[in-house]
């Protein structure tokens, strides 16, 4: 016989297949019990909530700073040169309101992207988040 049955003498080598079939039926009960019980677990609560008759509260105005950069790294608050310690104060102080200003940010074209950078990351510390660039709209140079 080819199958070596009568051969005692011989081990039997390691079984080199895996049986998935009982992991397939457990997970396939496992599905059927899901899909059974879920709607017992999203149960809610029916609520007939009360009608009210109230105007909308009006948003806040949102208040808008200019920062202005020019090309020799000169930062403008509101068109009032600032030193560095008193652009961080007042970026402090406008955090603080209860409606954040929109910092609009205008930078000459031959400023250095580092104080633009330094100036972004202050008012990110301070918790500053609403943050436009503005450009000219006007003619663009081709070269």
């Not at 396939?28 to 019980?37: A, D, Q, S, W």
């Not at 972004?120 to 500053?128: I, K, N, P, R």
């Amino acid at each position: 016989m080819s199958f070596g049955a009568f051969n005692h003498h011989r081990q039997p080598g390691p079984m080199a297949d895996i049986n998935v079939t009982p992991m397939v039926d457990v997970m396939l009960v496992l599905l059927v019990i899901f899909i059974l019980g879920a709607p017992v677990w999203t149960s809610s609560v029916q609520l007939e909530l009360p009608k009210a008759q109230a105007p909308a509260a009006p948003p806040a105005p949102a208040t808008t700073v200019t920062v202005a950069i020019d090309a020799k790294g000169q930062v403008y608050w509101n068109n009032e040169a600032v030193a560095p310690k008193v652009l961080e104060q007042r970026l402090v102080e406008a955090a603080k309101l209860d409606v954040q200003p929109e910092l609009q940010l205008r930078a000459d074209k031959d400023t250095r992207y580092e104080v633009v950078a330094q100036v972004m990351a202050a008012a990110q510390t301070h918790g500053l988040t609403k943050l436009g660039f503005v450009t000219d709209p006007g003619k663009t140079e081709s070269k």
